[in-house]
């Protein structure tokens, strides 16, 4: 198991992630926003492999599906060992177990998780998937980040730790960077204000021009329903 650890302040979320592939997540959390807060201890990433807590020697960690089919299952009881290693007896725990079948992850969702929890246990499945009498076992919220099927739970993982970790206090530094508190339209533009490619000029629209805020919120806000 490897952690990054750090003495929490009150806004600090930490993030427990139960993963088979912990090596999966260097590169992401190593970069950019969420590796700066990282290191400046804004939010905090523990990992927890199941391979960790098999009473098999060859901590082998998948067997075949009842009533047939192909591929292997992830045993429940190791992952609900490393999921009460990361629990122990901390307050304010959210634990969440990544399925096709939860409800749908939302920015609503990700905005309650970081202000009403200090803890966020990121249950990563692979394979066929864990055994589904796991979100039972420790009471997890089922969740799905999109119609579709992928080949494990790390990238749901790390959708969710930063969906969450944008709204913890400091981490984007400032508060308008919250795109949902502001008309934040999804076509932006920058320098030059006139592109020439190809034998076509791409230009500025002319109410981001303008200095006229009004025009240009509005502008925004039709932007934002298109």
């Not at 599906?65 to 959210?94: D, F, Q, T, W």
């Not at 997890?140 to 709204?167: H, N």
């Not at 076509?200 to 298109?226: A, F, M, T």
């Amino acid at each position: 198991m490897s952690k990054r650890e750090s003495s929490v302040s009150s806004n600090v979320v930490h993030f427990h992630i139960v993963t088979l592939f912990p090596g999966a997540f260097n590169s992401y959390l190593a970069q950019s926003i969420i590796g700066r807060s990282i290191k400046d201890k804004k939010i905090t990433v523990s990992f927890y492999d199941p391979r960790d807590f098999t009473t098999d020697r060859h901590r082998r960690i998948d067997r075949r599906p009842y009533g047939g089919g192909p591929g292997m299952v992830v045993e429940a009881l190791p992952v609900a060992r490393a999921v009460e290693k990361a629990v122990g007896k901390k307050r304010k725990v959210k634990i969440i177990f990544f399925s096709t079948a939860g409800r749908n992850f939302s920015g609503s969702y990700a905005k309650k998780v970081a202000s009403d929890f200090k803890h966020v246990v990121l249950i990563a499945g692979h394979y066929e998937g864990i055994d589904i009498r796991i979100k039972k076992m420790v009471r997890a919220d089922e969740v799905s980040v999109g119609p579709y099927i992928l080949t494990g739970g790390e990238l749901p993982a790390l959708i969710i730790l930063d969906a969450v970790a944008r709204y913890v206090p400091t981490v984007l530094g400032n508060k308008q960077s919250l795109e949902e508190d502001r008309f934040a339209s999804p076509s932006v533009y920058t320098r030059p204000e006139v592109i020439l490619y190809k034998g076509r000029r791409y230009c500025v629209p002319k109410v981001l021009l303008s200095g006229h805020h009004r025009n240009i919120e509005k502008w925004k806000k039709k932007k934002q329903g298109s």
